[in-house]
C-alpha cells in the first residue's frame, strides 16, 4: 500500500474530503498512473448526490491524466513513465466491444458503476483507518494524486503541445461531446445541427460539427459568454432560450426544422421542443443526464413514425477511446477542436470551491490539479 491524497465522497450533498488514504499497487492487467490532472464532470457530482447505490465513502473522478508509476502482470504495450489519458471500463470481448462499441460493452454498468473490483470484491484504496472506500469509478477513481486503472482503460498520448493535466476532459467529456457528433450521428457535410447547452459537452459538439461541415450549427445556451464562445467555435447562430419561443427560433433559421439535434440538458421540456422541431427523418441524441432520474419525455407514436424521426440515447459519444482521443488532439494541432480554451484549473484541495465556481457560470471546464 502507498500513502495518496485524495478528494472522498462521505455523503450525498456534502463537500468532498481531503484526506490521505492508501491506494493499492496494480495487480494483474492494472497500471498504477500518478494523477497529473483530472477533470470535474457533472456525473461526478451524479454519482455523489443520486446513487447510494455507488457505496461511500468513495474516490471519484473519471477523467484523469497522468504518468504511469507502475504495471501489473501481464501488461503489455505500456511501461512505467507513459504519459497517458484514462478512459472508461469495458469488458473486450463482448458482441458490443468486438463491434468498436465498448461504451455499450454488456459488462459497462458494473465494470464502471460497482466501486470495486469485479473478481474479487475488492477496492484499490482504503482510509486512513484501514477501512474500505470505494474506487474504480469509470474504471479509474482519479479524484487522487494516484489511481488504480486497468490497462485496457489508457490511452498513451506522448508529447503533445499541450500540458498533460489538460488532457483528462478528452477520456469523456469531450470525448462525449465531439463524438455525439462525429460519431454516433455521424452528421454529414451540409447538414443542420442544433446543440441545446453550451457547457464542455455542448461546445465540444459545436466545434465537431463544425470538423463535420455541417452548414447550419444553432447553439442554445441562456448564458451570453457561452454563446459568444459557441460562435467562436463555429455556431452559425445561437438563441437564448429564455428570450421568447424557443421553437418560433429555431424555425425562423430552418423553417423546415433541423437534421440532426444533441441535448446535453437532460431538461424534458428542452428535449421535447428539440424532437417537434426535427426535420423529416431528423435524429436527436440524448447525453444530458436529467436531475430525475424518473424523467421520461411523452411522444406521440404517429408523430414520430410519419416523418421518420430518431431518438437515440449516446454514452462517450459510441467512441473507441484509443482511436478517437488521438483523433481530437490531431484536431487540436490543426486549430479545430481549441478544448484547451474552455479550461480553467483549481488545484485538487480546492474541489469544492471549483464545484461552486462551476456551478455560479464562472468557468465552463474545469480540470483539479493533484
Not at 38 to 59: E, N, S
Not at 70 to 82: H, I, K, N, P, T
Not at 311 to 337: C, K, R, V, W, Y
Amino acid at each position: 500500500m502507498t500513502a495518496c491524497t485524495a478528494a472522498v465522497a462521505r455523503a450525498a450533498h456534502a463537500d468532498f474530503t481531503i484526506e490521505q488514504i492508501t491506494v493499492d499497487g496494480p495487480r494483474a492487467g492494472e497500471v498504477l498512473v500518478r494523477i497529473a490532472g483530472v477533470g470535474l464532470c457533472h456525473t461526478d457530482l451524479v454519482f455523489r448526490d443520486q446513487f447510494d447505490a455507488f457505496a461511500k465513502p468513495a474516490v471519484l473522478g473519471h477523467e484523469g491524466a497522468g504518468v504511469i508509476e507502475a504495471v501489473g502482470e501481464g501488461v503489455e504495450g505500456l511501461a512505467v513513465g507513459d504519459r497517458v489519458v484514462l478512459g472508461f471500463s469495458s469488458c473486450g470481448t463482448c458482441a458490443r466491444c468486438a463491434e468498436d462499441l465498448p461504451s455499450y460493452c454488456v459488462q459497462f454498468v458494473p465494470m464502471n458503476y460497482a466501486g470495486m473490483r469485479l473478481d474479487d470484491g475488492s477496492t484499490a484504496y482504503a482510509g486512513a483507518d484501514g477501512a474500505r472506500v470505494s474506487s474504480h469509478f469509470f474504471g479509474q477513481s482519479s479524484f487522487a494524486t494516484l489511481a488504480v486503472t486497468r490497462a485496457r482503460n489508457v490511452v498513451k498520448v506522448g508529447d503533445t503541445t499541450l500540458p498533460l493535466e489538460l488532457l483528462g476532459p478528452l477520456g469523456c467529456g469531450f470525448q462525449t461531446g465531439a463524438g455525439a457528433v462525429m460519431r454516433s450521428m455521424a452528421c454529414p457535410a451540409g447538414s443542420s445541427l442544433i446543440v441545446f447547452g453550451g457547457g464542455p459537452v455542448g461546445l465540444a459538439a459545436v466545434m465537431a460539427g463544425r470538423i463535420q461541415g455541417c452548414s447550419t450549427i444553432i447553439l442554445v445556451e441562456p448564458i451570453a459568454a457561452r454563446r459568444a464562445i459557441g460562435l467562436e467555435f463555429g455556431a452559425t447562430h445561437v438563441i437564448n432560450p429564455a428570450a421568447g419561443d424557443m421553437g418560433a427560433a429555431i424555425r425562423a433559421i430552418l423553417p423546415l426544422g433541423v437534421d440532426y439535434a444533441l441535448d446535453t440538458s437532460g431538461n424534458v421540456g428542452v428535449i421535447e421542443a428539440g424532437l417537434a422541431n426535427l426535420a423529416p427523418h431528423g435524429m436527436i441524441g440524448l447525453v444530458g443526464v436529467p436531475k430525475d432520474m424518473t424523467a421520461s419525455i411523452s411522444v406521440n407514436i404517429a408523430a414520430l413514425m410519419t416523418p421518420g424521426l430518431r431518438i437515440i440515447g449516446i454514452i462517450e459519444g459510441d467512441s473507441t477511446p484509443q482511436d478517437f482521443i488521438p483523433e481530437l488532439l490531431a484536431h487540436h494541432a490543426a486549430g479545430n477542436f481549441p478544448f484547451d480554451r474552455l479550461i480553467r484549473t483549481f488545484p485538487l484541495a480546492e474541489i469544492n470551491e471549483a464545484i461552486a465556481a462551476q456551478a455560479r457560470g464562472e468557468c465552463i471546464k474545469v480540470v483539479l490539479v493533484p
